[in-house]
């Protein structure tokens, strides 16, 4: 019977190192390569349709991509310039041509308010709408006498101390739901409008803020600011009208539809994650001073409102500084009512309202 290779490479070497002594450690390591060679050979032979397969599937895919990409066959040596031209002639007689793209500078982008994209509508259905129409301070005062207590010009400031101490916060609090472009409005989730009488009409927010927001705006008039409310309640057809007026204004002066949704986002919340949709925001301007900009914070009202509102419940929403956690430029003039317990904290630790979420719910 023939000997295999293994057969005869271990009983020489075997007996190289028994024969003589001063060979021992050659045909140790001799005896072990040829173990190794032969162990390789069995592998290789045994998986030869599997080394075949993977072969062809190299060769395929690589001839796939020098057809796919000309440019790949010159840069490896395979083609000439010339042949790549002569592969994808240029056709001088298509009237096709691609349009150049011409990036949008948006840091030199003015972001549009809402009255930008209401001026000059005429459309019946949202007439109503108008961001011109504005409560004044006096006019909300004089409609609403019966409504504030004797006790509403008191001092309400809340300790900040005792609040952490006594008062357990909890996420199921009407007062803290937390609306953003990552957390809609809930489904399920319900409030009831509350009427505040003005001499133009009634301004519409949830009826549990309402003896907090007029506490304050009389505790302001007390003070000397004079204060004056703008969008309130706003429902969920007056937000998507207001967002995507935006994108097609933006789109008109060459954005593109995701440029244009990105900078619109960042001054009106996507439909659907607005806290005016649940009465809990509410603009507030003052009546010698009415532009939704960055200039209210410079005003007296504005001062006063950043300095005395959370006394009330109310806290800036979206803060300067704090554009990375809310996604939506510094405003001014939005205030959302969240309790006087947690407003309290907010202003003390100068957190947003994401930022009181992640600590202390």
């Not at 009255?115 to 609403?144: C, F, R």
């Not at 659907?272 to 603009?283: F, P, V």
């Not at 957190?351 to 600590?359: A, C, D, I, P, R």
């Amino acid at each position: 019977m023939k000997r295999s290779f293994r057969s005869r490479a271990t009983s020489f070497f075997i007996y190289i190192g028994k024969r003589y002594r001063l060979l021992i450690v050659p045909a140790i390591i001799g005896l072990a390569i040829s173990v190794l060679l032969c162990n390789l050979g069995d592998y290789f032979r045994r998986g030869t349709k599997r080394f075949a397969c993977t072969i062809f599937i190299l060769l395929c895919f690589m001839l796939g991509n020098s057809f796919a990409f000309p440019v790949f066959q010159e840069e490896m040596g395979f083609t000439s310039g010339d042949m790549i031209q002569e592969a994808v002639p240029a056709t001088e007689e298509s009237d096709i041509t691609l349009l150049e793209y011409e990036e949008t500078a948006l840091d030199d982008l003015q972001v549009l308010d809402d009255e930008d994209v209401l001026e000059g509508y005429e459309d019946a259905e949202l007439h109503d709408m108008e961001n011109a129409e504005k409560y004044s301070l006096t006019d909300i005062l004089e409609e609403n006498e019966q409504l504030l207590s004797e006790d509403s010009l008191e001092d309400t400031a809340i300790e900040v101390s005792e609040v952490q101490e006594e008062y357990q916060f909890s996420a199921d609090d009407w007062k803290l739901v937390l609306i953003n472009k990552q957390h809609p409005v809930p489904d399920d989730y319900t409030f009831k409008l509350g009427d505040i009488k003005t001499i133009k009409g009634n301004m519409q927010c949830d009826e549990r803020i309402i003896e907090e927001l007029l506490s304050m705006m009389q505790a302001a008039k007390k003070d000397g600011v004079t204060l004056a409310i703008c969008s309130p309640y706003r429902d969920l057809n007056r937000q998507k009208y207001l967002f995507n007026r935006k994108i097609e204004i933006y789109m008109s002066k060459g954005m593109s539809y995701m440029e244009a949704y990105c900078i619109s986002s960042q001054a009106v919340t996507v439909p659907g994650a607005s806290e005016h949709q649940i009465g809990l925001a509410i603009d507030i301007v003052s009546d010698d001073y009415i532009t939704l900009d960055e200039g209210f914070a410079d005003t007296a009202a504005g001062k006063w409102l950043a300095e005395h509102s959370y006394e009330y419940g109310f806290i800036l929403r979206y803060p300067k500084g704090k554009e990375y956690i809310t996604s939506i430029e510094y405003e001014p003039w939005h205030f959302r009512y969240v309790g006087k317990e947690a407003a309290a904290v907010m202003a003390q630790e100068n957190l947003t309202l994401e930022e009181f979420w992640n600590k202390y719910l």
